[in-house]
């Protein structure tokens, strides 16, 4: 048999052996959300579920609402706010992450290598316990009575508590603590690879730091920055433990608003057309600002 005919043989065995685990892995990740993008162009059954009958309804919802006593369409306001809050606040959640996370990164960066395993022992810690028992723990510091306003008004700063639990800062707080380990490890990753003589050759030819930071360090680090704002961006937008137990029901996202339809809202088509305009800002924000991180870069 010629070498072409061997590596043909190969190549068809390779994928014999690996068709269980792709055709398995096919089903779990497209099989489901084929579903919901189907009942997303059904109808809204009787008391739950759907019916099999093509109908636009639910993707009209999403962002319009017509008037039940003379059909006057309209906004969904209450729809676009849930959105809008939503993109907000994971924007905000991956700024703030950023900004914090970069300096620990740094810092964790430049240690020694026999105490780096540490620090990062300490970064991951938080995903040992669970997520909701992390939300509680933030719901103990910022509620009335909690750590951060007994110490505030033992020191004398405030006379009464501050009102921050179920408020959009919560659910803000609460994503950053949440999220902060998936912005610092792509960073660290990104700083563990840096030549530091590239810092020393920017100081001899008199650069200052904020030009060495700008122009040498952010640009090397930009894979670990781009991987680290699409690890927080991505969970934090269609996050559902933090703002349900941080916003409670005034402050919802938009994770919340689809429970809420598949639950007591019982409308199944709605919520699986949000579930789909979720997925496609996920998708349109990805490319976005992937292109915009790339831009100029080696590969154009």
Known sequence: MSGTGKTRSKGANGWLLS???????????????????IYSVLAKGDYSGVRWILSGD???????????????????????????????????????????GLPTAWFIGTRPKTTRALWLFLITIPFWTNLLIRTFAIMEVIRNQGLLNTLLIKIGLISAPIQILYTDTAVLIGMTYVYLPLMVLPLFAAIDRFDFKLIEAGYDLYASRWQILRGVILPIIKP????????????????????????????????????????????W????????????????????????????????
């Open 19 to 37: 068709a269980p685990a792709l055709i398995l892995l096919l089903l779990a990740a497209s099989g489901p959300l084929v579903i919901v993008v």
């Open 58 to 100: 639910a993707w009209f919802r999403v962002l319009f609402e017509k008037d039940i006593f003379d059909g006057t369409v309209s906004l969904a306001d209450a729809n676009l706010s849930i959105f809008w809050r939503s993109v907000k606040l994971s924007l905000a959640t991956t700024l703030i992450t950023f900004v914090l």
């Open 224 to 267: 670990g920055i781009v991987a680290g704002c699409i690890l927080v961006f991505i969970p934090s937008l269609g996050a559902y433990v933090t703002p349900r137990v941080l916003g409670g029901g005034k402050n919802m996202m938009i994770g919340n608003f689809i429970e809420l339809q598949f639950g007591q809202g019982q409308n």
């Open 269 to 300: 088509p709605l919520g699986a057309a949000l579930s789909t305009m979720l997925l496609l800002i996920v998708l349109v924000s990805l490319v976005v600002y992937t292109r915009a991180s790339t831009r100029g870069g080696p590969h154009g």
